[in-house]
């Protein structure tokens, strides 16, 4: 009969390679309690329960937000410990070793700075920064203090993407000519939505640039390499909207509602990205196609679970695009879900990004290739900002 599980303290101990283990705690402080705080705190509670045994099991120490009341709401519904209203307590809190930043962009940097600076890990959602200057700060603050970092690019954690990656570098394509990435939603078409932090520069730095259009760049550099310059085209389509506290009034839209840019890869591929949260029907659909010498890949993120592949190599009879159902216990992540075939959704390339995270740290093993260091983010922020400059003066703009 296997050997039954025991409980020490809040350890739990079980059969784990022919012998009794202990699962260590890893504390959490969680900045931020809305979109993020949700998916976030949800990827905490998952994963020891289907990567398991975990590196650590994640503690929730405290969560932090502006609104009293609905802080303390979110402690007790996501499970944390503590609530607080200064994130300056989280940092400092001798529990936490793992702080989590989900607040808007105009408060990544400071926060995340004096983490490092207090020794904590640290998982920043993205854009890391309001700009490159801001990303470069952070980047440095935490390689000196030598903390493990990652900005939050979910995205690469879905085991799709991680699969056109890994058949990317196997070349089953070829050399990598072409990228071509889009992301599109609809949701602040409407002249009346409210003049939202996204839609104001001093919050969020960029609008669909850095919210969607962050996400497919990354993506570039991930699955095709180091983009070099850029020529962008920013677009505002609804130039004032009514303040969240008082409709009667209203406010500037100081930020892009859609943008367009061409790329220039240093390995000579080009490319092109676009993102607009002006696109009627798109809730949240996100294309990428990789054109390589020798084939294509094609993901699509409202069929996350497939990827489309063609190979000029297949017989002349045979050529077409090939999909593959990636849910076999053989691609990323899929032994610890379910029998093949059974699907996952959005919420876990989170989970599997927070395991790869704490994976890291106990193990002491590099966050990078497969997860977006402070330096990815950095990079990001960098052609965010070349892509600004490019739309302002109507120029091809380098990305160092």
Known sequence: MPQQEKKVGFVTMGQVSGEAKPIKDIGVGMLGYAFMGKAHSNAYQRMPFFFYPPPARPRLVAICGRNRRAVEEAARRYGYEKAVTDWKQVI?????????????????????????????????????????????????????????????????FIPAIQLARNLILRGEIGKPLQFRGAYLQEWI??????????????????????????????????????????????????SDRPLPDDPSKTGSVDVDDAFISMLRFSNGAIGSVEASRF?????????????????????????????????????????????????????????????????????????????????????????APLGATFYDGMKNNQIMDAIIRSSERGTWERTE
Not at 286 to 303: A, C, D, K, Y
């Open 92 to 156: 400092s809190d001798p529990e936490v070793q793992l702080v989590d930043n989900g607040l808007p962009n105009n408060l990544h940097m400071d926060p995340c700075i004096e983490a490092a600076e207090n020794g904590k890990n640290i998982l920043c959602e993205k854009p890391l920064a309001m700009n490159h200057t801001e990303a470069k700060r952070m980047y440095e603050a935490a390689e000196k203090a030598r903390v493990k970092n990652m900005t939050a690019f979910n995205y690469r």
């Open 189 to 238: 078409m409407d002249p009346k939505f409210p003049l939202v932090w996204r839609l104001r520069k001093d919050i969020a730095g960029a609008g669909v640039l850095g919210d969607l259009g962050a996400h497919v760049l990354d993506l570039a550099r991930f699955l095709v390499g180091e983009i070099s310059q850029v020529c962008g085209l920013t677009k505002t389509f609804i």
């Open 279 to 367: 696109c009627a029907g798109r809730k949240n659909f996100q294309r990428i196609e990789v054109h390589g010498s020798e084939g294509t890949i094609n993901f699509n993120l409202e069929r996350l679970n497939e990827l489309e592949i063609y190979k000029t190599s297949d017989p002349a009879d045979e050529r077409g695009f090939k999909t593959i159902l990636v849910t076999e216990s053989v691609h990323p992540y899929y032994d610890r879900w379910w029998p093949h075939g059974h699907t996952i959704g959005w919420e876990h390339a989170t989970v599997h990004e927070v395991y790869h995270f704490i994976k890291c740290i106990v193990d002491d093993e590099s966050v």
